[in-house]
T-cell receptor, first 114, second 114 residues
Framework: GAGVSQSPRYKVAKRGQDVALRCDPI?????LFWYQQALGQGPEFLTY????????KSGLPSDRFFAERPEGSVSTLKIQRTQQEDSAVYLC????????????FGSGTQLSVL | KQEVTQIPAALSVPEGENLVLNCSFT??????LQWFRQDPGKGLTSLLL?????REQTSGRLNASLDKSSGRSTLYIAASQPGDSATYLC?????????????FGQGTTLQVKP
């Protein structure tokens, strides 16, 4: 595709449900990042992949958060037993080269936990 | 811990005005600083990137400056237009090497009135 694609665009979950958020980076992009953006705040780093390797997961807020990129392309961010504080927009970004400074962001998935 | 702050949180100006958005960071040890634009429901678009050794960058009506020693950056927008209405975010990569991990401010929401 032409850009970074994220799905679903909106997700409503009941507290305690598990959710899976998908990111399709630009074809051929090596680096992939996940960020969490709470309402009225700037994005916060969650995790970074280089190809299929998860090189940095220091931003994941708890062990309920898990991300994978098994074939080095599509990535999934999974949140188990969702809590109200998980409500946020989850942004995915990719870049062509490892740690390239030119990042391309998707439009995000807005997660609402009721 | 590196923290990024943006003031003001919101700004409304009439069309044609020149304006300045401010960004400050607590630790001068940065690899680079970027300014992004975010439109409602959309991802982030990179506007300008300043390396730690640079003082400013320009693109069209936008000019970004960096003063590492004082921990400040400004984004100057000349002759503002209604199409400039968006949230502007600044972000730094902390440290002396490129970790790819962006630390964002909370953003300034700009409204340019026709």
């Amino acid at each position: 595709g032409a850009g970074v694609s994220q799905s679903p665009r909106y997700k409503v979950a009941k507290r305690g449900q598990d959710v899976a958020l998908r990111c399709d980076p630009i074809s051929g992009h090596v680096s992939l990042f996940w960020y969490q953006q709470a309402l009225g705040q700037g994005p916060e780093f969650l995790t970074y992949f280089q190809n299929e390797a998860q090189l940095d997961k220091s931003g994941l807020p708890s062990d309920r958060f898990f991300a994978e990129r098994p074939e080095g392309s599509v990535s999934t961010l999974k949140i188990q037993r969702t809590q109200q504080e998980d409500s946020a927009v989850y942004l995915c970004a990719s870049s062509l080269a490892p740690l390239a400074e030119k990042l391309f962001f998707g439009s995000g998935t807005q997660l609402s936990v009721l | 811990k590196q923290e990024v702050t943006q003031i003001p949180a919101a700004l409304s100006v009439p069309e044609g005005e020149n304006l300045v958005l401010n960004c400050s960071f607590t630790d001068s040890a940065i690899y680079n600083l970027q300014w992004f634009r975010q439109d409602p429901g959309k991802g982030l678009t990179s506007l300008l990137l300043i390396q730690s050794s640079q003082r400013e960058q320009t693109s069209g009506r936008l000019n970004a400056s960096l003063d590492k020693s004082s921990g400040r950056s400004t984004l100057y927008i000349a002759a503002s237009q209604p199409g400039d209405s968006a949230t502007y975010l600044c972000a730094v990569i902390h440290g002396s090497s490129n970790t790819g991990k962006l630390i964002f401010g909370q953003g300034t929401t700009l409204q340019v009135k026709p």
